[in-house]
């Protein structure tokens, strides 16, 4: 089996700590990190920021079937998430399907993403869940 | 040269199995949670391990103490079950809480005291100014084949220690370990459980061990047991720490804030160090505290605390033990074991 061990190892910032970029020059923020900002394009001014990994689902849907690997996880939720800095990314969120709706609170936690199979390595990165003060 | 306690975290994940349902599986008599004096242990969920475990943990006492991961010069993470044989446990949690890349890092076997086997590796580095700070974890997601007597107690949890010079939470006076070669537990090599000695884990190999390293640190420190505010001793189980604290002329009510075993079960490497970290939740200033870990094989560490000032600015920003054992979640034993992919019979 081939590992996707390098193409994994180039996206740990982003993983583990939802490391994006944020332009100084009109102040939008990117997740995935883009190097060059297309508002302000030769005018840019870049820099590497860290999410704080609270936002809220924007969309969500629940997988109740999953290819072998990801079997032992179902029932489980992927959704849109909306940083509150702006961004939107995809993500597992970690709670009982009849937990999740829309614009709940979330915030990040650290898991195992997935695992190439026994041997390979384990996947390890930034998953979401129900952020206290949101829960009635 | 003071050094000690810069900041500490704690992590339990939130889902929970009675005893007693284990033991309605197993047909086993409803005297067991009694018996061992555990009612609940924690169970991870199924994408958690000893390694998210450690970076949540690590988390904690980062933001509790307000610590500048880049000044972190050493990580070790003790357990008994790092995900991979051969690949440390300690670089990941390095990388999930933003360190430098000018850290140096292992991880530590030593059965249950791994961690506490760290915290004195740091206290080292530390104390000879080789680092500024160091980073210590226990974390375990131990494991029990079904139907053994470890399953009603292995359990899951990480506790993870910054040691340093300056601004200490709690400085640590004085360590003592015993140590001698016990086959009391055991895992070989790619074998997914361990093997214990059945009663020969308690006489020879846990009262021993924590009897002979809490007489020895006593000693150095010229200290009794009534000195101390609380004690924290290894808690495989709910009777093994009260029969030797008693044993060694501790009261029950100096163990009771950090005797976490009867409602989360046995973190391994995790457990002393939470049954500290409970501990500090709530001491007050210049209280002192006397722990003493145990790991199969066997050994035991043996450390002289006193909380400082600095303990009622940092306690409240991250969440305490209680804080985690209080968001439980109870699973059948249907899901626990699907939870622990435990179908590997
Ligand atoms: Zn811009």
């Known amino acids: 089996m081939t590992s996707k061990a390098p193409r994994f190892w180039r996206c740990i910032p982003q993983r583990y700590n939802l490391i994006g970029t944020h332009c100084h020059n009109c102040g939008e923020y990117y997740f995935p990190p883009r190097t060059l900002c297309p508002n302000c394009r030769r005018d840019a001014k870049i820099e590497d920021y860290k999410f704080k990994g609270t936002g809220k689902v924007v969309t969500y849907t629940t997988i109740y079937n999953a290819t072998e690997d990801f079997d032992r996880m179902t029932p489980y939720s992927l959704a849109i998430i909306q940083l509150d800095e702006g961004p939107r990314l995809t993500g597992q969120v970690v709670a009982a399907p009849e937990e999740m709706r829309i614009g709940m609170r979330v915030k990040p936690v650290f898991r195992i993403l997935g695992k190439e199979g026994e041997r390979g390595i384990i996947y390890y990165g930034t998953k979401f869940v129900p952020a206290e003060e949101e829960i009635r | ?345």
Request: glycine share 10%.
């Open chain 2, 1 to 345: 040269m003071p050094a000690g306690i810069v900041s500490y975290g704690a992590y339990i994940p939130k889902y929970r199995i009675r005893v007693d349902e284990i033991a309605r599986v197993w047909g086993d008599d409803d005297d067991i949670a009694r018996n061992l004096n555990v009612y609940e242990k924690s169970v991870p969920d199924s994408d958690e391990d000893a390694v998210t475990m450690a970076v949540e943990s690590a988390r904690n006492a980062i933001s509790r103490g307000e610590v500048d991961p880049c000044r972190i010069g050493a990580i070790y993470s003790g357990s008994e079950s790092h995900p991979y044989a051969v690949k440390p446990t300690s670089t990941i949690v390095g990388e999930a809480i933003g360190c430098s890349c000018s850290y140096t890092a292992a991880d530590f076997e030593f059965a249950c005291k791994a961690g506490t086997a760290a915290i004195q590796a740091c206290l080292g580095l530390v104390g000879s100014k080789l680092i500024d700070l160091g980073l210590a974890i226990g974390t375990d997601v131990s494991q029990g084949a079904p139907g053994d007597a470890l399953e009603y107690t292995a359990a899951a949890g990480s506790a993870a220690y910054v040691i340093g010079r300056e601004d200490l939470a709690a400085e640590i006076e004085g360590t003592v370990s015993f140590t001698t070669d016990t086959p009391d537990f055991w895992r070989r090599e790619g074998m997914p459980y361990p093997e214990h000695g059945g009663r020969f884990t308690g006489e020879p190999a846990y009262f021993k061990h924590v009897t002979s390293a809490a007489r020895g640190l006593l000693e150095k420190m010229g200290a009794r047991p009534e000195d101390y505010d609380y004690a924290v001793f290894h808690q495989p189980n709910g009777k093994f720490p009260i029969r030797v604290a008693r044993k060694l002329g501790f009261s029950k009510d100096q163990i009771a804030p950090g005797l976490m075993v009867p409602m989360i079960g046995n973190t391994y490497s995790g457990a002393a160090l939470i049954g500290l970290a409970a501990t500090l939740d709530q001491a007050r200033p210049d209280d002192r505290i006397f722990v003493t870990s145990f790991g199969s094989g066997a050994g035991s560490d043996a450390f002289s605390i006193r909380v400082t000032d600095r303990i009622d600015e940092i306690r409240d920003k991250a969440p305490s033990v209680r804080d985690y054992i209080g968001k439980a979640e109870y699973l059948d034993y249907a899901k626990y074991a699907k939870h622990k992919g435990k179908l590997r019979l």
